[in-house]
Each structure stands twice: as C-alpha cells, then as structure tokens.
C-alpha cells in the first residue's frame, strides 16, 4: 500500500503568509513609542551637557573677580578679629608684670624697714652708757604649776636684773620675752642668757646676748 498524504492535517494548518500578517499590530507600537523614548531621553541629557558646560566657566569668572574697592569688599573681611590665643597671652604678660610690680614693692618695704631697724639700735648703742651680759638661771620656775612656770620665768628675770643692776626703769624686748614664751606657758627655759643695756636716763632695756 501506498503512504496517503494526510490532506486533513495539511487543510488545517495555516499557510505561512497568513501567519506573517496576522502578527499583533500592538507590538509595533509598543517597540516604536520605545524607540521615540529613547531618542528623547538622549537630546534631553545633551541639552543638560550643553547648559553644564556653559554655566561652568561663568561661575569660575565670578570667582576670579575681585572688587577693585575697599567699599566692595564684605564687612566680614574688612574686619579682623583678634585670636583668643593672642588676648590670653597679652592677659597672662598683664599678669606677671603686675606680679613683678607687687613682689618690687615688697622687696622696697623690707629694705625700708631694715634701714629703719638699724638706724634704731644705732641710736641706742650711741645713747648705751653700760652693758652687761648675765646668765639667769630658771629652774625656780619649775617647783610652781605647771599653768604658772613661763610667768614666774618672767617674773625671775626682772627680779635679777633689779638686783645686780638697780635700774630706774626696766624694759624687756620682744626677743627675751618670744624667748621665755616659745614652749607656751608650762615648759619655760631652764636658764637665759641676757644683754642689759643702760642709757642716760637710767633705764635698762634686755636683749638677748649674741649666740642664743
């Protein structure tokens, strides 16, 4: 037996032509508006290229000028301010110049005094007539209680030198006195070593000797 063309089949299919012209019309259009997009989008961003490329040496022209006036320049500028650092060390110079000024003066106090002090006992050892040195012994000032010693201490030296001296007035200088004083009231020195000095008038003033 012969093979039979199966004439069905073939009378069913399409023929080719007919399925070239019955593509969707609706892709054409798609791929065409998407075409035309991106043609727009293209002269768009050569349009921005163009404008960027023309604005760019503007700027660096209003950059470079410079106002040929004071008056045109900004007040920022015009104004200087002074830096922090430079006030904070004209303040410290401030300082150690008045420091200085201060510690000068004190220094002239001292030499004042010092002077005034030596022509003082100047005066005194020109109008001294007698001086004696004694050795007065304290230990008396112990048997007394304990809140009585240092005053009877005192009381001993003026009691001594009133009887090995006579004198018309007594006066006792700051020296022996800070001397007997210097333990507080209950531990007074066993002894003391004293300068009596007599002036014309007769009155004895006691320092103490050189050494203590």
Same mark, same amino acid.
């Given at each position: 037996?012969?093979?039979?063309?199966?004439?069905?089949?073939? %009378?069913?299919?399409?023929?080719?032509?007919?399925?070239?012209?019955?593509?969707?019309?609706?892709? &054409? =259009?798609?791929? *065409?508006?998407?075409? *035309? %997009?991106?043609?727009?989008?293209?002269?768009?961003?050569?349009?921005?290229?163009?404008?960027?490329?023309?604005?760019?040496?503007?700027?660096?022209?209003?950059? @470079?000028?410079?106002?040929?006036?004071?008056?045109?320049?900004?007040?920022?500028?015009?104004?200087? !301010?002074?830096?922090?650092?430079? +006030? %904070?060390? #004209? *303040?410290?110079?401030?300082?150690?110049?008045?420091?200085?000024?201060?510690? #000068?003066?004190?220094?002239?106090? +001292?030499? *004042?005094?010092?002077? @005034?002090?030596?022509?003082?006992? #100047?005066?005194?050892?020109?109008?001294?007539?007698?001086?004696?040195?004694? /050795?007065?012994?304290?230990?008396?000032?112990?048997?007394?209680?304990? +809140?009585?010693? /240092?005053?009877? =201490?005192?009381?001993?030296?003026?009691?001594?030198?009133?009887?090995?001296? &006579?004198?018309? %007035?007594?006066?006792?200088?700051? !020296?022996?006195?800070?001397?007997?004083?210097?333990?507080?009231?209950? &531990?007074?020195?066993?002894?003391?070593?004293?300068?009596?000095?007599?002036? +014309? !008038?007769?009155?004895? /003033?006691?320092?103490? =000797?050189?050494?203590?």
């Amino acid at each position: 037996m012969g093979h039979r063309q199966n004439n069905w089949q073939s %009378a069913n299919q399409p023929e080719k032509e007919a399925v070239e012209t019955d593509e969707d019309e609706s892709v &054409k =259009a798609t791929e *065409e508006s998407n075409i *035309e %997009a991106e043609e727009e989008r293209e002269k768009t961003e050569e349009i921005k290229e163009e404008a960027q490329r023309v604005e760019e040496p503007e700027e660096i022209e209003n950059a @470079l000028e410079v106002p040929e006036t004071p008056e045109e320049v900004p007040e920022k500028e015009a104004k200087i !301010e002074e830096l922090p650092e430079e +006030k %904070a060390v #004209e *303040e410290e110079t401030e300082e150690i110049t008045r420091e200085e000024a201060e510690a #000068e003066e004190i220094l002239e106090e +001292k030499e *004042e005094e010092e002077k @005034l002090e030596i022509e003082r006992r #100047e005066e005194i050892e020109e109008e001294i007539v007698e001086e004696r040195i004694y /050795t007065i012994p304290l230990r008396r000032a112990w048997i007394s209680p304990r +809140k009585k010693r /240092t005053p009877r =201490a005192v009381r001993l030296v003026k009691a001594f030198i009133q009887r090995h001296m &006579k004198p018309e %007035a007594l006066v006792m200088s700051n !020296e022996v006195n800070e001397r007997l004083w210097r333990r507080s009231i209950q &531990k007074p020195p066993r002894k003391i070593r004293v300068r009596a000095a007599r002036d +014309k !008038e007769g009155t004895v /003033t006691l320092y103490l =000797a050189e050494g203590d």
